[in-house]
């Protein structure tokens, strides 16, 4: 059970009892702990948590008009949020970044994640490779690069970083953000630290970030503390948010080092990295929706595949607009998060797996359709050309019909809603 699953379902029995007292509370937090401390927060911390939404809960009242439910889900958020660090914004202007961290962490491809944001925000960047020590790492992040369409400096060979510094720089003058990427280790020593601050003296960085990995859950404390005595730290990224269950470990375990955590990792691609928000994290643990992400998820994807936002409008629905829907869901990551998204986040894994696959398949069959059969599904039932789509995508005639039968019964439901007033004002934020 990860960390938002355990904390659904402690706030789940929470919700189920007739009175909230204190014997309700300390079961409640009782769970929480047990949860806590499984996803490898810190024993300490969970005590001073759960103590404080217990004092809270049971010394005040609810507002008039407030549930006690309600109220007391109001303290956890609120204790939480405090919990697991402040929420960070990056400013939008030219700086320098020198990335530190230990192997495995993460730190190369987190470079060009880190490059493509600011530069899809429109900010010129470049990375450096100044990882002279780990094998195939000039060539990782130069082919990192050009993913991203950022521009790369290396020096393949060259064992003095403070050097590769120096001509990067130069090469890179105009950029308006630069990234370095530095050596790793397998621990902090004191080679690494030399390394480190004789970058840090040439490169002359406004942020000085420790990359981790949320599996480390709370040594991510020790070691933030560690790197700031050794080199200084601006403050951490934690990549692998997503695959980990001691993420709320490691954010935990920072906060309480004072190390200011400024981006997560969420996923594999590029541009699955966004600065970390407190809120928006506890609220997803929590299960609440947050449709403010999905709209702006919905518009990049929608900007990345190049896809006229008239096209994904459900007012006209066909095949035409579904495949431009399709392929705007498929840049917004796994179903899961999207899920997550809409406060879903329990939803059945093998369901999301089918689901996956299916819309996979939808995909594969539309574009064996030509442009006239997407804008038309009814002559989808003339003679030969389902014949025709199944060879043409390599499914089947029954996949197909599968396809039409599902997609007859989506704008049925479709057609029903777009009278709605609510859902159609709610829907025309998707297209911008």
Same mark, same amino acid.
């Given at each position: 059970?990860?960390l938002?699953?355990?904390?659904?379902?402690?706030?789940a029995?929470?919700?189920?009892?007739?009175?909230?007292?204190?014997?309700?509370?300390?079961?409640?937090?009782?769970?929480?702990?047990?949860?806590?401390?499984?996803?490898?927060?810190?024993?300490?911390?969970?005590?001073?948590?759960?103590?404080?939404?217990?004092?809270?809960?049971?010394?005040?009242?609810?507002?008039?008009?407030?549930?006690?439910?309600?109220?007391?889900t109001?303290i956890?958020?609120?204790?939480l949020?405090s919990?697991?660090g402040?929420?960070?914004?990056?400013?939008?202007?030219?700086?320098?970044?020198?990335?530190?961290?230990?192997?495995g962490?993460?730190?190369?491809?987190?470079?060009?994640?880190?490059?493509?944001?600011?530069?899809?925000?429109?900010?010129?960047?470049g990375?450096i490779?100044?990882?002279?020590?780990?094998?195939?790492?000039y060539?990782?992040?130069?082919?990192?690069?050009?993913q991203?369409?950022?521009?790369?400096?290396?020096?393949?060979?060259?064992?003095?970083?403070?050097k590769?510094?120096k001509?990067?720089?130069?090469?890179?003058?105009?950029?308006?953000?630069? +990234?370095?990427?530095?050596? @790793?280790?397998n621990? !902090?020593?004191?080679? *690494?630290i #030399?390394?480190?601050?004789? &970058?840090?003296? =040439?490169?002359?960085?406004?942020?000085?970030?420790?990359?981790?990995?949320a599996?480390?859950?709370?040594v991510?404390?020790?070691?933030?503390?560690?790197?700031?005595?050794?080199?200084?730290?601006t403050?951490?990224?934690?990549?692998?948010?997503?695959?980990s269950?001691?993420g709320?470990?490691?954010?935990?375990?920072?906060?309480?080092a004072n190390a200011?955590?400024?981006?997560i990792?969420?996923?594999?691609?590029?541009?699955?990295?966004?600065?970390?928000?407190?809120e928006?994290? +506890?609220?997803?643990?929590? @299960?609440?929706?947050? !449709?403010a992400?999905? *709209?702006? #998820?919905?518009?990049?994807? &929608?900007?990345? =595949?190049?896809?006229?936002?008239?096209?994904?409008?459900?007012?006209?629905?066909?095949?035409?607009?579904?495949?431009?829907?399709l392929?705007?869901l498929n840049r917004?990551?796994?179903l899961?998060?999207?899920?997550?998204m809409?406060?879903?986040?329990?939803?059945?894994?093998?369901?999301?797996?089918?689901g996956?696959?299916?819309?996979?398949?939808?995909?594969?069959?539309i574009?064996?359709m030509?442009?006239?059969?997407?804008?038309d599904?009814?002559?989808?039932?003339?003679?030969?050309r389902?014949?025709?789509i199944?060879?043409?995508?390599?499914?089947?005639?029954?996949?197909?019909r599968?396809?039409?039968?599902?997609?007859?019964?989506?704008?049925?439901?479709?057609n029903?809603?777009?009278?709605?007033?609510?859902?159609?004002?709610?829907?025309?934020?998707?297209?911008g």
């Amino acid at each position: 059970m990860d960390l938002g699953e355990g904390i659904r379902k402690a706030m789940a029995k929470l919700s189920r009892a007739t009175i909230i007292d204190a014997k309700t509370i300390k079961e409640f937090n009782k769970e929480l702990q047990k949860t806590l401390i499984s996803s490898d927060v810190d024993v300490a911390l969970v005590l001073k948590l759960t103590s404080s939404i217990e004092q809270k809960a049971l010394k005040s009242n609810p507002p008039p008009g407030i549930t006690p439910h309600d109220y007391i889900t109001d303290i956890v958020y609120n204790e939480l949020v405090s919990f697991m660090g402040k929420t960070y914004e990056p400013e939008m202007k030219p700086r320098r970044i020198l990335l530190m961290g230990l192997y495995g962490s993460g730190k190369t491809t987190t470079a060009a994640k880190l490059a493509k944001y600011y530069q899809d925000r429109g900010l010129s960047a470049g990375l450096i490779c100044c990882d002279v020590t780990r094998p195939s790492a000039y060539e990782q992040l130069e082919t990192l690069s050009s993913q991203a369409n950022v521009t790369f400096f290396g020096i393949k060979g060259e064992s003095n970083a403070a050097k590769i510094v120096k001509q990067g720089l130069e090469a890179l003058k105009g950029k308006q953000v630069i +990234i370095c990427d530095t050596s @790793g280790r397998n621990s !902090i020593n004191e080679e *690494l630290i #030399k390394e480190l601050k004789d &970058i840090n003296k =040439e490169f002359k960085p406004d942020d000085t970030i420790l990359v981790l990995s949320a599996d480390i859950g709370q040594v991510a404390g020790r070691l933030a503390s560690e790197f700031g005595s050794a080199v200084g730290i601006t403050g951490l990224i934690i990549t692998k948010m997503d695959g980990s269950g001691k993420g709320g470990g490691a954010l935990s375990a920072a906060n309480a080092a004072n190390a200011k955590v400024m981006f997560i990792g969420i996923g594999e691609k590029l541009s699955e990295i966004e600065p970390y928000n407190s809120e928006r994290f +506890i609220g997803s643990l929590l @299960g609440m929706p947050d !449709i403010a992400n999905l *709209l702006e #998820k919905v518009q990049n994807a &929608i900007s990345a =595949e190049n896809i006229n936002p008239e096209d994904v409008e459900v007012q006209k629905l066909n095949f035409e607009s579904f495949y431009a829907q399709l392929k705007a869901l498929n840049r917004m990551g796994p179903l899961k998060s999207v899920f997550g998204m809409l406060g879903a986040s329990d939803m059945p894994k093998d369901v999301i797996e089918k689901g996956e696959e299916k819309l996979g398949k939808y995909k594969v069959i539309i574009s064996s359709m030509t442009k006239e059969e997407r804008l038309d599904e009814h002559i989808l039932h003339q003679d030969g050309r389902i014949r025709r789509i199944a060879l043409g995508s390599g499914t089947s005639e029954k996949e197909v019909r599968e396809l039409l039968s599902d997609f007859a019964k989506m704008k049925k439901s479709f057609n029903m809603l777009k009278n709605d007033r609510n859902m159609k004002r709610f829907m025309s934020k998707f297209s911008g």
